[in-house]
Structures are given as structure tokens and as C-alpha cells.
């Protein structure tokens, strides 16, 4: 069984303590480590809430490089750095090793970020790998993974992992394109990025009546919609997706549970 814990159900706008996107994926099967998509403001502390060690987590994913989604990338390095070298003795801190994946571009991101946090010559004491990804389909224990460019302003991914005959889908930031609706197909949790209302269209992003549409032809189970912006805040959102799609819709808050 999986289960998504949502960290940061926000946007960049701080309101109501609602955190930068980051969503926990844990997948219940002993050995299998938990895994991140996106790591908005408030992830560590969201974790250590949890009681979730970060030392722990071997795979993080990155939907993109807006601060929004990956500001916390830099605490948490930083954290693990502190750790693998002042606190060496803990053999935990011996034990970190990290992989992250993103879009194109990734790799230059994480380096200048490095760079800045670390220095150049200074060893970090653990071990970071870096991947980029595009159309990609890979396992990670018994999780089979795949990652599709989805259309936002920059390079973008979305993400489907499956478990057994569950599917998880996450779309990162994106307006309606066939990325996204391929990935979508059949999912038991799909979690979409709903920035604005009925009416507005922007690109890069959707509105209700467009993760509506997209649930019933995904012909999905349940929906989540998150990274609401305040214009989305301000309306009944579940109601205006209702109108498309006759399934579950959940409207989260931070640290809800939902089991896959
Ligand atoms: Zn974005
Ligand atoms: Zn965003």
C-alpha cells in the first residue's frame, strides 16, 4: 500500500500556514525508504513533525526549479552536510545517501546551488547523485516510476508511480497537454496542480474545470487538488470540479494522510 502525506498543499503566496508544495510518498514495504515530489517552504519542519528522518530519504523529486517547489532543496543539503561532518560517530549520518531527479537543466541548477552552499572544494561527507529526467520509466524497489515533460513555463515533469495495480500521479505545475493526460490514465490518486478558477486561463497552469475534465477522461478514482492560488482560495473549488468529474475530489489540508 502507498500512502501521500501532503506536506505543503500552497502555492508562494504565504497564507494560512499552508506550505510550498511538497508531498511525502511513503510505500509501506519494509526496506523501501520514503520518497519526496518537490520540496516547498515548510518541508523539513513538516517531516520532522512526522517524525520522518531526512538522513533516511533516498529519493527526491523535483517537478521543476521554481523556488516554490524546491527552496527547501538547499536546507536540507545544508543539514545533511552539518551532519555527515559534525555529527559523524551516528552511523546513520555514515549512511546518507541521496538521489535527486528533475528537468532538464537540473544538473546546473544543483551545481551553482552546491557551489553556493558548499564551496567548490569542500567534500560533502555524503553522497548526492543527479539525474535528469525526461520520458523516463525506472524502478526504485517495487515502485515503477515514470516521468513525462509536462508544459509550464521552463522545463517541467510530471510523475506516475505504481505499486502492485495502485498508481499514483503527480502533474507538477502544467497547463492541460497530453503529457499529463498520458500519465494521468487509470489512477487510483491523482494529485493535480489547480491554480486558478472556472474562466481563467493561464498558461502553464489549469483550473477546476480543466482537473475536472482531466480526472473523468483519466477516468481516475480520486482527485486531489492543490497549489491553489488565492483566486482559488476564494471560491468552492471541489464544487466547480464536481461539475466535470463525478468522483472523489479531496480538498487537502497540510499533514493529511491518504492511503493509495
Ligand atoms: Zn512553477
Ligand atoms: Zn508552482
Known sequence: MMRLTILGK???????????????????KIGNS????????????????????????????????????????????????????HRPKDPVNKEININLYGPKGFKEYFNDLWFKILGSEEPAGFIASVNELESDEFAIDDLR????????????LGFRVEQDDKVFVYSGDTSMCEGVKKLSADADLLLLECAFPKGTEVIGHMNTIECGKLAKDAHAKRLVLAHRYPETLAID??????????????VPEDLMAIDI
Open 10 to 28: 500552497g502555492t508562494l503566496y504565504p497564507r494560512n500556514n499552508a506550505g510550498g508544495p511538497g508531498y511525502l510518498l511513503e510505500t509501506g
Open 34 to 85: 520514503p520518497i519526496l515530489f518537490d520540496t516547498g517552504l515548510g518541508t523539513l519542519h513538516k517531516l520532522a513533525k512526522l517524525g520522518v528522518d531526512v538522513r533516511k530519504i533516498r529519493h527526491i523529486f523535483y517537478t521543476h526549479t521554481h523556488n516554490d517547489h524546491i527552496c527547501e532543496l538547499a536546507p536540507i543539503l545544508w543539514y545533511l552536510k552539518f551532519l555527515s561532518s
Open 145 to 156: 516510476i515514470k516521468s513525462r515533460p509536462v508544459v509550464h513555463k521552463g522545463d517541467c
Open 237 to 250: 473549488a471541489k464544487k466547480e470540479c464536481a461539475e466535470e468529474f463525478d468522483g472523489d475530489i479531496i
